[in-house]
């Protein structure tokens, strides 16, 4: 089963911004939708945004908070996928996490990469 490893995380200052990896142990290409989900300290963890495969049409989906700043594309030759977070707020911080949307409901996740925005 393809496992997933976050990167990219870090402290940024509110407005700023960060591209988030995600690099899968295999192929991407037939993964129909891919997530990403983050969770705040003391929050249930809560999703953010989808991409189906590019067979789907590659269409994505936001979480209304972070629509028009967020945006989630995928690189299959890579076998990785990235959320580029833009104007930053400190609300956005928080551990994010990619996944197949196969997993979720099996409760397997990585170990996520830790967002900080502070000033």
């Known amino acids: 089963q393809v496992q997933f490893v976050e990167s990219g995380g870090g402290t940024v200052q509110p407005g700023g911004s960060l591209r988030l990896s995600c690099a899968a142990s295999?192929?991407?290409?037939?993964?129909?939708?891919m997530l990403w989900y983050r969770q705040a300290p003391g929050k249930q963890r809560e999703w953010v945004a989808t991409?189906?495969?590019?067979?789907?049409?590659?269409?994505?989906q936001y979480l209304n908070s972070v629509k028009g700043r967020f945006t989630f594309s995928r690189d299959n030759a890579k076998n990785t996928v990235y959320l580029q977070m833009n104007d930053l707020k400190p609300e956005d911080t928080a551990v994010y996490y990619c996944?197949?949307?196969?997993?979720?409901?099996?409760?397997?996740w990585g170990q996520g990469t830790q967002v900080t925005v502070s000033s």
């Open positions: 996944n197949d949307a196969s997993r979720v409901p099996k409760n397997l």
């Open positions: 295999g192929s991407i290409a037939s993964i129909s939708v």
């Open positions: 991409l189906t495969s590019e067979t789907s049409g590659s269409l994505t």
